[in-house]
């Protein structure tokens, strides 16, 4: 008997649909070489699920995701659509905070790896690049300023307005993602960076204290702290130094985005989204770290890989299933050897380079799958 998995399958918009059409073809090479059963099963979010269903997260997906050993999903949220919906009910946050937050899914995870022959898709001149780049971002996904109340925009008398968002952090939230982050790095090169902002604020204070407790648990790998705008400037100035970079979620938001350009594209970064293991499952999101992409949506344009190495995660840290997993990883790899390229990690001074749309970039990996 093969293994079953239950995934929900969830596009939502812009170039969400492309993209998950390809990670589901890999997927599905996958299983036939991996002997693995997938129940993949699709279902609306974002825009796509409040015009099937009048909401960002229609109770049908949320019901499906229940059921589900994982979550695959796209991206959501177009912002030129319909002002009229009130921001708490747009996809951003009435799906994909939602998500996070009906999930406990507190540690996010985002890869960013340059390799040698994406060297051209670099903002970076070689000599930053050393042997390559190679970083985790480990970001706190569920507390911070996405979360803390008072939350508001208020009038204030005599005119205008007040806006309050409230950056909140307890111990035990930064102890948990601690521990993620420290063993992440134990299985890496043994370094953490944790990221914060000590000096002006005090979640900063207190990340720096409870990060520097929860690292005397892990002798064995060096810690450092680095104020989050040194840390912006270190990692256009000497990437190479970091390993595993450990943050609170806005400085993650923005550290994985700037970290995803010098790896050659945001169309290359995929990130899991893990809650609390329970017993032996590890139920997790896997999405792209980037968004809809309006203006290039449903022009074959997209860049799949990041979709693909989502599904790629999702096969490791949900269903423990490494040779698969790796063999995703291995077949993205070759294929970027090999010279296929969508436009965004495409350089014309490549003279390997190949540039190829959605579907046969997808259409490649699948076959270097089988192969
Ligand atoms: C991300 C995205 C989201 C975030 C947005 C779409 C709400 O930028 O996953 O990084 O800010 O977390
Ligand atoms: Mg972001």
Known sequence: ??????????????IGPEVMREAVKVLRAVEKKHGLSL?????????AGIDAAG????????ELCRRS???????????DRDP????EERPERAALLRLRKEFGLFANLRPVVLSKALAHACPLQPERQGDGIDILVVRELTGGMYFGRPKTIEDLEGGGKRAIDSMVYTTAEIERIAHVGFRAARLRRKKLTSIDKANVLEN????RDVVTRVGKEYPDVQLEHMFVDNGAMQLVLKPTQFDVMLCENMFGD?????AAALAGSLGMLPSASLGQTTGEKTFGVYEPAGGTAPDIAGKNLANPIAQIASAGLMLQYSFGETAAATAVQDAIAKTIAAGLRTGDIFSSQDAKARK????????AIAAAIGA
């Open 254 to 258: 923005i550290l994985s985005d700037e």
């Open 39 to 47: 129940e993949i099963t699709e279902a609306p979010v974002g825009w």
């Open 204 to 207: 900063g204070v207190l990340w």
């Open 1 to 14: 008997m093969s293994k079953q998995y239950k995934i929900a399958a969830l596009a939502g918009d812009g």
């Open 84 to 87: 009229t919906i009130p921001k």
């Open 55 to 62: 909401k960002a997260l229609p109770d049908a997906t949320l």
């Open 356 to 363: 190829v749309g959605t579907s046969e970039m997808g259409d």
């Open 69 to 79: 050993d994982a979550v695959l999903f796209g991206s959501v949220g177009l912002p």
